[in-house]
């Protein structure tokens, strides 16, 4: 069985009276697409159907099955792009990957079979994970007339531009992270003291000035040592001077 849920698809089995797709109370459906071949992973073929667009999401529904049919929130396509070339498609597609949100190749936790297993069911379990690594996130949707391809293009851009993903938009302002850039550097440089390791031109960059002030106040604590111990050496020897005998 295709475990088209572990790369992020929804089974989306349920139609309304017409045919199509039942959709949620504030969804909005946009623009279809007939005759749509869709292809999950490498070589999984679905056959045709039909492709409905909404302000939120992309439905696809079966011809031939009934109950065969799948979603998936804009927000879970990380990239979609015309593919024309042979090794992508026997046909020109517009080739889909997915962001099933799970580093392991299990999104929402079901690609590694679901919950922990043990006794008889080990070797199912096995076979699952082995079906889910076999699955790819990604899908591609072949249209039966190549010149719906543009338009199909053009509505996947409309979608992800109503649909930003907004993890990105706060990785891209640093989620919120501040740092002092004086006080990373001179921990930076004490702990690279300590340890011997690093490299402070690295750090100082086009800012050789950065550690002025340090390296000024050393200096000077160093001659107010040297200073000190002069003045100590003078009194000794002033002493020697008063007793030869060193009595």
Same mark, same amino acid.
């Given at each position: 069985?295709?475990?088209?849920?572990?790369?992020?698809?929804?089974?989306?089995?349920?139609?309304?009276?017409?045919g199509?797709?039942?959709?949620?109370?504030?969804?909005?459906?946009?623009?279809?697409?007939?005759?749509?071949?869709?292809?999950?992973?490498?070589?999984?073929?679905?056959?045709?159907?039909?492709?409905?667009?909404?302000?939120?999401?992309?439905?696809?529904?079966?011809?031939?099955?009934?109950d065969?049919?799948?979603?998936?929130?804009?927000?879970?396509?990380?990239?979609?792009?015309?593919?024309?070339?042979?090794?992508?498609?026997?046909?020109?597609?517009?080739?889909?990957?997915?962001?099933?949100?799970?580093?392991?190749?299990?999104?929402?936790?079901?690609?590694?079979?679901?919950?922990?297993?043990?006794?008889n069911?080990?070797?199912?379990?096995?076979?699952?994970? +082995?079906?889910?690594?076999?699955?790819?996130?990604?899908?591609?949707?072949?249209?039966?007339?190549?010149?719906?391809?543009?338009?199909?293009?053009?509505?996947?851009?409309?979608?992800?531009?109503?649909?930003?993903?907004?993890?990105? +938009?706060?990785?891209?302002?640093?989620?919120?992270?501040?740092?002092?850039?004086?006080?990373?550097?001179?921990?930076?440089?004490?702990?690279?003291?300590?340890g011997?390791?690093?490299?402070?031109?690295?750090?100082?960059?086009?800012?050789?000035?950065?550690?002025?002030?340090?390296?000024?106040?050393?200096?000077?604590?160093? +001659?107010?040592?040297?200073?000190?111990?002069e003045?100590?050496?003078?009194?000794?020897?002033?002493?020697?001077?008063?007793?030869?005998?060193?009595?």
């Open positions: 069985m295709l475990d088209a849920e572990s790369i992020g698809l929804l089974p989306a089995s349920e139609r309304d009276a017409q199509g797709p039942l959709l949620d109370e504030d969804e909005a459906l946009l623009q279809q697409f007939e005759r749509v071949q869709l292809v999950i992973g490498a070589a999984a073929d679905q056959g045709e159907g039909t492709l409905f667009i909404t302000e939120g999401r992309i439905i696809w529904l079966s011809a031939a099955q009934q065969l049919g799948y979603s998936c929130d804009f927000p879970t396509i990380a990239m979609h792009a015309v593919a024309t070339d042979a090794e992508s498609s026997q046909r020109p597609c517009l080739y889909l990957q997915l962001d099933n949100g799970c580093d392991d190749g299990g999104a929402f936790g079901l690609g590694s079979g679901g919950s922990a297993s043990s006794g069911s080990a070797s199912g379990s096995e076979d699952s994970e +082995e079906e889910a690594d076999d699955l790819l996130p990604e899908l591609r949707l072949i249209p039966a007339e190549e010149s719906q391809l543009e338009a199909l293009f053009q509505a996947f851009c409309e979608g992800a531009e109503r649909n930003p993903d907004t993890s990105d +938009e706060e990785e891209g302002e640093g989620a919120g992270f501040f740092y002092n850039q004086d006080e990373a550097l001179a921990g930076a440089a004490q702990g690279m003291a300590l011997g390791g690093g490299d402070v031109e690295e750090l100082l960059g086009e800012d050789p000035s950065r550690f002025e002030d340090d390296e000024e106040e050393g200096e000077e604590a160093e +001659e107010e040592q040297a200073a000190t111990v003045v100590q050496q003078q009194q000794a020897g002033s002493n020697a001077s008063g007793h030869p005998n060193g009595c």
